[in-house]
């Protein structure tokens, strides 16, 4: 008894020594237990829903309990799709989103029989300690180029201006929305963080589940190689505290791989799918996939040949409401990688601007470069890999040369298709959990000393890799815990935040902005149209396409205020793969149309650098 | 001299061209007539009066050129949200939570109820400072005489129109510019308003009751003021500062330009 007295009493001095500390200020401590409990929220919808789909499915067929990481994939894109009809009804009030998460939860009450993650306590600290700064990353306030103007910008918007966003005035939203919506639900529950910590436990469930399809399709110790490749690369680890639809799209993929290994097509077909809707960038592996579920259908032509139509047909159907979506405004399908009407050949992206070459002999350096010659702050691939990579390469191909590697053949499927692309890593994220999974099946072959250097390697390239990423989320834990200022971040990280904190405390409270060559779309607390996305896309086109019509035309859709970078292209990007002459016709040429017409039809009425507002006359 | 990052600047004080080096912070003055050149380090966006430069910090900093040492100030007590001003003997210092008031060489501050656009630098001459507000994201010109409890509104968008904007004083005169027109404002010698598009202007210059500004002609932008004096050449000229006979401006190759006129 008196241990449990003495128990009690040091736990009462260790709460008020930590209150006496103020450990953790109010308002940051608010912000992280309100982004918890939405990204929680959220997460046990999502896995209700999941479970209830695949419950049912696995009660009529098997009886085996339901995959709780899967069951959470699958109910959060089927949620993301569901909210697609109401939403692009104009029905964006919280109280829609609250209604789908409860009715999503609703999967709960056909008591699913759960297979919850497992792992060693190793393992599990292991992983914790890897991904533990990506939520300080996660409470910090947004300063992520793609999360400022996408990924969080656009439920943001949804929710402040009650419209789907979407068409040539703003591109990203013709996108498909899976994560987006999703997004949106938790920022109702849980404020900006919401959907970051709800990222963040994607994140951790991607690690779960390749070291769980490793430990089970390859052997024990080669699911805990995958998770520490993929974990122990930066391009991988840097987006796991960061709202983005990669990560998302790499988890289906790898629940997708899975299936097709454990001959389940329905599910495969059903992870592609979701995989494909959630970002477009996933058909590499997804390929993969099916070819791998022909190549181990081979023998039985006459019966494949129309399972797999209907296979793909089902996959399609995740992503065809998008594309119905698109194709009832008028636009392209595909819209924005397609489809820019009024400039025939107007292209979206220049794959040139990435890697290094691409060339025959560029390919097949490919390899070696994209582990050896990448860097997170250069064009030359954006991002790192683990350099354990490279090492798990020749025992990867010899396996596929003796035919016993199918993830091997979906890892390389999926390289090439990337390779076929741009060369950016962060497009190869969503095959990020099948490339680990290949590496490892390449660990697999190895004899013992040559696991044991692929370990060291991986153990030494490790500063490499978090070095870049734990130097900037240093740089946001500050704000993060509550010890800086919101605004101060803002101000030293995001480029054109005094020209958005104008905006936001001095423009007319019914005034409408159009964001040309600027990013920040989410700190914005007005109406926004068009803002940038790859080259600055939209502003391009609205100059190009409409010349000295382009300001009026932004007047006729209500716009009151211009905010502008004046100075957003340097040619030596562009240089290798576009003449000056070209570069002056689409790259200069619309920054100085712009320039112009804001002299003549706009009133500058705040500045900071190259970066104003105008108020349109 | 180079065109600086707050391109309000090169500008003159009195005889000295204020402006920037290589690296668009305010560091040079270039004396007009005998090209006496002066290193100072006044930062991003000073306060210039005849022969004087104040850079607002902790501590400020006071150039009493051609001097090119200068001399501390008491530090701004707050967070600075747009140039400041100052006439020689005064300095104002727009703030987050309003506008401060000092002479220069003394420590005491007067505080002066307002809230001062961010941007916009005020304008100070003798009793009288004036500064432009916003309510509700329309502008308001506002004027404080030295004494006086409460600051007097002298113009609105939302009583006028016309959105007055970009403050300027000078020898008792006090000037803005409004869409269509400049307005000079003397307490005891009344108002003129002269007809323009001055719509471009990032500031207002003024000499005693001569004010200079961008002047949009429907394809371009010249420069015109009050005495009469205009720049009207091929391409842009931009951002006039005008003291007695001399005028600076940028052209549209981004050459500073220091010139001598004499009114028509």
């Known amino acids: 008894m008196s241990r449990h007295i003495l128990a009690a009493l040091s736990a009462a001095l260790g709460l008020a020594a930590l209150l006496s500390q103020d450990v953790l200020p109010a308002d940051a401590l608010l912000r992280a237990a309100r982004g918890g409990a939405g990204a929680a929220l959220v997460a046990l919808a999502a896995t209700g829903l999941g479970a209830g789909l695949l419950g049912l499915r696995r009660a009529a067929s098997e009886g085996e309990p339901v995959d709780a990481v899967a069951a959470f994939a699958l109910g959060g894109a ?115 963080a919401g959907p970051k910590l709800l990222h963040w436990l994607g994140a951790a469930g991607l690690a779960l589940a390749v070291r769980d399809v490793g430990a089970r399709r390859l052997e024990a110790r080669a699911g805990d190689v995958a998770a520490l490749l993929l974990l122990g690369s930066y391009t991988v680890i840097q987006a796991s505290g960061l709202a983005n639809n990669d990560l998302p799209a790499a988890l289906l993929v790898v629940l997708a791989l899975d299936a097709c290994l454990g001959g389940r097509r329905w ?278 396409s409409r010349g000295d019509d382009a300001l009026t035309g932004l007047r006729e859709r209500g716009v009151t205020h211009v905010l502008a970078w ?25 920054v100085e149309r712009m320039q112009s017409l804001l002299l003549a039809e706009g009133t500058l009425v705040f500045e900071k650098g190259r970066v104003g507002v105008w108020r349109l006359q | 001299m180079e065109i600086c990052d707050d391109q309000r600047y090169p500008a003159l004080a009195g005889p000295w061209a204020v402006g920037c080096d290589a690296t668009g912070a305010v560091r040079v003055a270039i004396h007009v007539e005998t090209g006496e050149r002066v290193t100072i380090a006044a930062g991003g966006a000073p306060a210039l009066a005849d022969g004087l430069v104040y850079a607002p910090g902790i501590p400020s900093r006071v150039w009493r050129l051609p001097a090119g040492k200068s001399t501390p100030e008491a530090a701004i007590p707050g967070e600075l949200i747009g140039p400041p001003a100052t ?38 001459t003798g009793e009288w400072t004036v500064w432009v507000s916003l309510e509700r994201g329309e502008e308001v010109i506002e004027a404080h005489e030295q004494g006086a409890m409460t600051a007097r509104r002298l113009d609105s968008h939302a009583e006028n129109g016309g959105h007055p904007r970009h403050v300027a004083a000078s020898e008792g005169w006090l000037g803005w510019i409004r869409d ?52 009207a050449r091929s391409g842009h000229q931009r951002a006039p500062s005008r003291w007695g006979d001399w005028l600076l401006y940028v052209d549209d190759r981004d050459r500073v330009m220091i010139v001598e006129v004499a009114a028509p």
Request: proline share 9%; aromatic share 10%.
């Open chain 2, 180 to 231: 269509d027109e400049v307005v000079l404002w003397h307490p005891e010698d009344g108002e003129r308003r002269i007809p323009t598009d001055a719509h471009t202007s990032r500031g207002l210059s003024m000499w005693g009751g001569v004010a200079c500004w961008e002047s949009w002609n429907g394809e371009d932008v010249d420069i015109a003021c009050s005495d009469g004096v205009q720049i």
């Open chain 2, 87 to 124: 006439d020689g003997e005064v300095v104002v210092v727009p703030l987050a939570d309003g506008l401060v008031r000092q002479a220069l060489g003394d420590n005491r501050r007067q505080a002066i109820p307002g809230e001062p656009a961010p941007w916009y630098p005020p304008a100070v």
């Open chain 1, 267 to 544: 599910w495969m077909a059903a992870f592609a799918g979701a995989a494909l809707a959630t970002k477009y960038t996933a058909a590499g592996p997804v390929v993969g996939i099916y070819l791998l579920w022909w190549w181990r259908r081979r023998g039985e032509p006459a019966g494949a040949l129309p399972e797999l139509a209907a296979l793909t047909a089902a996959a399609l159907a995740w992503v065809a409401p998008w594309w119905l979506r698109n194709g009832m405004e008028g636009l392209h399908p595909l819209f924005p990688f397609a489809g820019w009407t009024e400039m025939p050949g107007f292209a979206f992206m220049y794959p040139e601007k990435y890697g290094m070459g691409r060339g025959p002999v560029d390919l097949l350096l490919l390899p070696w470069r994209v582990v050896v010659d990448s860097a997170p702050d250069s064009y030359a691939f954006l991002g790192r890999v683990s350099p354990a990579a490279l090492v798990c390469l020749p025992g990867a191909l010899w396996g596929l040369a003796r035919g016993r590697a199918p993830i091997a053949f979906v890892a390389l499927v999926s390289f090439v298709a990337w390779a076929a692309g741009v060369h950016a890593l962060r497009l190869l994220l969503p095959a990020a959990g099948v490339m680990a999974l290949g590496a490892a099946a390449g660990w697999r072959e190895l004899a013992g000393w040559g696991r044991a250097a692929a370990l060291l390697v991986w153990l030494i390239g490790l500063p490499a890799n978090h070095g870049p990423w734990l130097a900037s989320v240093a740089d946001r834990a500050p704000a993060a815990l509550g010890w800086e200022d919101r605004e101060a971040l803002l101000a030293r990280r995001v480029r054109d935040w005094h020209a958005v904190e104008w905006v936001n405390e001095n423009a007319p409270e019914d005034a409408r902005i159009a964001l040309l060559f600027s990013w920040p779309r989410y700190h914005l607390e007005r109406p926004v149209i068009l803002g940038s996305v790859e080259d600055h896309v939209p502003s391009r086109y609205l100059l190009l």
């Open chain 1, 78 to 192: 089927a949620l993301g799709t569901a909210l697609l009809p109401p939403t692009a009804l104009g029905l964006t009030h919280p109280a829609v989103f609250i209604v789908a998460l409860l009715a999503a939860a609703s999967g709960w009450l056909t008591r699913p029989r759960m297979r919850w993650p497992s792992a060693p306590a190793a393992a599990w600290v292991a992983g914790l300690a890897l991904l533990a700064p990506g939520l300080l990353d996660a409470l910090a306030p947004p300063v992520d180029t793609d999360e400022i103007y996408y990924h969080l910008a656009l439920p943001a918007m949804l929710l402040r201006e009650g419209a789907l966003p979407g068409g040539v005035w703003l591109p990203d939203g013709s996108r498909p929305l899976v994560t987006h919506l999703l997004d949106a639900a938790a920022m109702v529950v849980g404020g900006e």
């Open chain 1, 566 to 590: 004046r100075r957003p292209f340097i040619y030596g990007t562009y240089e290798d793969f576009v003449g000056r002459k070209d570069y002056d016709a689409r790259f200069a040429e619309p």
